[in-house]
């Protein structure tokens, strides 16, 4: 199969692969770099388990070609903070309970990310606009706003 000379820049870290045309971010950045923090839920665009920054801006990386993502800056949750050094929002979740199975988590932050890079002080309706396409099945979503809000006060 034909491929194609991808150079990808993932939390400033720079890649060169080879790809073919129909290989999705997901499959890119799960299965050839690693970064299994980003989940495949549905695989479809329901869920946003697989959400990521592109350019800042959150997309369904399992919708996004990986070609689609050349020359741009993709942020995985692993860009935000790590254990030894976490983002405010990574904290949050954690100090308000906001993740259970933790599988949406990844996705929930990130989203929440973007919002907060473009409006430092979102309502509670457009912390849940923001995170609408983020679908949680354990926390019942009231806890992730509270922890999303608690870092814009
Ligand atoms: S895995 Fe991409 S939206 Fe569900
Ligand atoms: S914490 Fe389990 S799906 Fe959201």
Request: charged share 25%; net charge positive.
């Given at each position: 199969m034909k491929t194609h000379e991808?150079?990808?820049?993932?939390?400033?870290?720079?890649f060169?692969?080879?790809?073919?045309?129909r290989e999705?971010?997901?499959q890119v950045l799960r299965e050839r770099l690693d970064a299994t923090e980003v989940k495949n839920g549905c695989g479809k665009g329901d869920c946003g388990a697989c959400t990521v920054l592109l350019g800042g801006v959150p997309v369904n990386s399992c919708l996004t070609l990986a070609l689609q993502a050349k020359g741009k800056e993709v942020t995985t949750l692993r860009g935000l903070g790590d254990e030894g050094n976490p983002h405010p929002l990574q904290r949050s979740f954690?100090?308000?309970g906001a993740a259970q199975c933790g599988f949406c988590t990844p996705g929930q932050i990130l989203s929440a990310k973007a919002l907060l890079d473009r409006n430092p002080k979102p309502t509670r309706w457009e912390i849940r606009e923001a995170i609408s396409g983020n679908l949680c099945r354990c926390t019942g979503y009231n806890k992730i706003v509270e922890a999303i809000e608690a870092i814009t006060q």
């Amino acid at each position: 199969m034909k491929t194609h000379e991808l150079e990808l820049i993932v939390n400033g870290e720079r890649f060169e692969i080879r790809v073919t045309a129909r290989e999705t971010l997901l499959q890119v950045l799960r299965e050839r770099l690693d970064a299994t923090e980003v989940k495949n839920g549905c695989g479809k665009g329901d869920c946003g388990a697989c959400t990521v920054l592109l350019g800042g801006v959150p997309v369904n990386s399992c919708l996004t070609l990986a070609l689609q993502a050349k020359g741009k800056e993709v942020t995985t949750l692993r860009g935000l903070g790590d254990e030894g050094n976490p983002h405010p929002l990574q904290r949050s979740f954690v100090e308000k309970g906001a993740a259970q199975c933790g599988f949406c988590t990844p996705g929930q932050i990130l989203s929440a990310k973007a919002l907060l890079d473009r409006n430092p002080k979102p309502t509670r309706w457009e912390i849940r606009e923001a995170i609408s396409g983020n679908l949680c099945r354990c926390t019942g979503y009231n806890k992730i706003v509270e922890a999303i809000e608690a870092i814009t006060q």
